[in-house]
């Protein structure tokens, strides 16, 4: 059973850092690609950052390009997701997704991130 798991939300403070963490574990799964996603108001997930591993081929938000930078750590099916200069958009909670080499997808449970004053 695959098991995505997030880690490294908090609170920050406006223009403070966070980085994010996402292992994956439980199979001997063939990773396509990963990826942090934030829940829009509306309910739906949009993509903050995204990486490739077959190439390390990155994709960013316009959010978050420029600020956020991900990562990955393939010896142990791990992302990361570096925020840097973070606004003060109040509470949002971030999710892992993976996407196996057959096409199908897993979501971790989401962590949550406050950037306050």
């Known amino acids: 059973q695959v098991q995505v798991q997030e880690s490294g939300g908090g609170s920050v403070q406006p223009g403070g850092s966070l980085t994010l963490s996402c292992a994956v574990s439980?199979?001997?799964?063939?990773?396509?690609?990963m990826g942090w996603y934030r829940q829009a108001p509306d309910g739906q997930r949009e993509l903050v950052a995204g990486i490739r591993m077959i190439d390390l081929w990155r994709k960013y938000s316009d959010s978050a390009e420029g600020r956020f930078t991900i990562s990955r750590d393939g010896a142990k099916n791990a992302i990361f997701l570096q925020m840097h200069y973070l606004s003060p958009e109040g509470r949002d909670v971030y999710y892992c997704?993976?996407?196996?080499?057959?096409?199908?997808?897993?979501w971790g449970q989401g962590t949550q991130v406050t950037v306050s004053s």
């Open positions: 439980g199979s001997s799964l063939s990773i396509a690609a």
């Open positions: 997704r993976v996407e196996a080499g057959g096409g199908a997808t897993y």
